[in-house]
T-cell receptor, first 112, second 115 residues
Framework: AQSVAQPEDQVNVAEGNPLTVKCTYS??????LFWYVQYPNRGLQFLLK??????LVKGSYGFEAEFNKSQTSFHLKKPSALVSDSALYFC??????????FGTGTRLTVIP | DAGVTQSPTHLIKTRGQQVTLRCSPK?????VSWYQQALGQGPQFIFQ???????QRGNFPDRFSGHQFPNYSSELNVNALLLGDSALYLC??????????????FGPGTRLTVL
C-alpha cells in the first residue's frame, strides 16, 4: 500500500524568505517521489522527481527537494519565495507501477 | 511542442447520464493516465492506457471505462453519473520507453458537474 501525508494544509511565508512544504510517504519497495504544482483552474505542473541517486534534487523555478530515507520524507524547498509561487502543491509517490498516489495538497501563500 | 490537451473544458450533466471526456497526449508520448480530483483533494488514479489496452486500474467502479486510439489519444467514459462524480478530471501522458517509472505531464483538466 502507498500513502502520502502533507501535514500542513496551508503554509504562509513572506516574500524573499525561504519556504518549505513538507511531505512524508509510505510505500513498499523503493520510493519514486514527485512534486507537482497546481495554479487555480489549471492542471498539475511537474516540478521535480526523485528516482535514485543524489538525495538533493533540483527542479523547475528554483525549487529543490531533499529525499530522507530514514525519515521517509521528501520536503520541497526554495531559498527565496516569490509571490508568484503562491499555489497548491502536491507530493506524489509511486512504487514503480507507473501510477501516482497523491497527497491532499498544501496551499502556499507568499505574502508581499 | 504541444502539451497535453483535454476537451471539453467544462461539462454539466444530470444524474444517470453518460459522459465522454477526451485527451490528446504530449507529442511523442504513448501512455495516457486518467485521474479524478474532487474538490479539496489530491488527484486519484482511475486507469492507464498503453498500446490501446488498459494496463492498470485504480479503485473505481466499472462505470468508468476508457479507450486509447492508434494515435495515442484517449477517452474516458462515465456511465450512470452520480452526484459524487462531480470533479476535475485530469489526463496525464508519459513515454513508457523512458523506463518503467517516468514523468507524467498533465493536461488542464475537464471540470464535470453532475446535477
Amino acid at each position: 500500500a502507498q500513502s502520502v501525508a502533507q501535514p500542513e494544509d496551508q503554509v504562509n511565508v513572506a516574500e524573499g524568505n525561504p519556504l518549505t512544504v513538507k511531505c512524508t510517504y509510505s510505500v513498499s519497495g523503493n520510493p519514486y517521489l514527485f512534486w507537482y504544482v497546481q495554479y487555480p483552474n489549471r492542471g498539475l505542473q511537474f516540478l521535480l522527481k526523485y528516482i535514485t541517486g543524489d538525495n538533493l534534487v533540483k527542479g523547475s523555478y528554483g525549487f529543490e527537494a531533499e529525499f530522507n530515507k530514514s525519515q521517509t520524507s521528501f520536503h520541497l524547498k526554495k531559498p527565496s519565495a516569490l509571490v508568484s509561487d503562491s499555489a497548491l502543491y502536491f507530493c506524489a509517490v509511486s512504487s514503480g507501477a507507473n501510477n501516482l498516489f497523491f497527497g491532499t495538497g498544501t496551499r502556499l501563500t507568499v505574502i508581499p | 511542442d504541444a502539451g497535453v490537451t483535454q476537451s471539453p473544458t467544462h461539462l454539466i450533466k444530470t444524474r444517470g447520464q453518460q459522459v465522454t471526456l477526451r485527451c490528446s497526449p504530449k507529442s511523442g508520448h504513448d501512455t495516457v493516465s486518467w485521474y479524478q480530483q474532487a474538490l479539496g483533494q489530491g488527484p486519484q488514479f482511475i486507469f492507464q492506457y498503453y498500446e490501446e489496452e488498459e494496463r492498470q486500474r485504480g479503485n473505481f467502479p466499472d462505470r468508468f471505462s476508457g479507450h486509447q486510439f492508434p494515435n495515442y489519444s484517449s477517452e474516458l467514459n462515465v456511465n450512470a453519473l452520480l452526484l459524487g462524480d462531480s470533479a476535475l478530471y485530469l489526463c496525464a501522458s508519459s513515454l513508457l520507453g523512458e523506463g518503467r517509472l517516468n514523468t507524467q505531464y498533465f493536461g488542464p483538466g475537464t471540470r464535470l458537474t453532475v446535477l
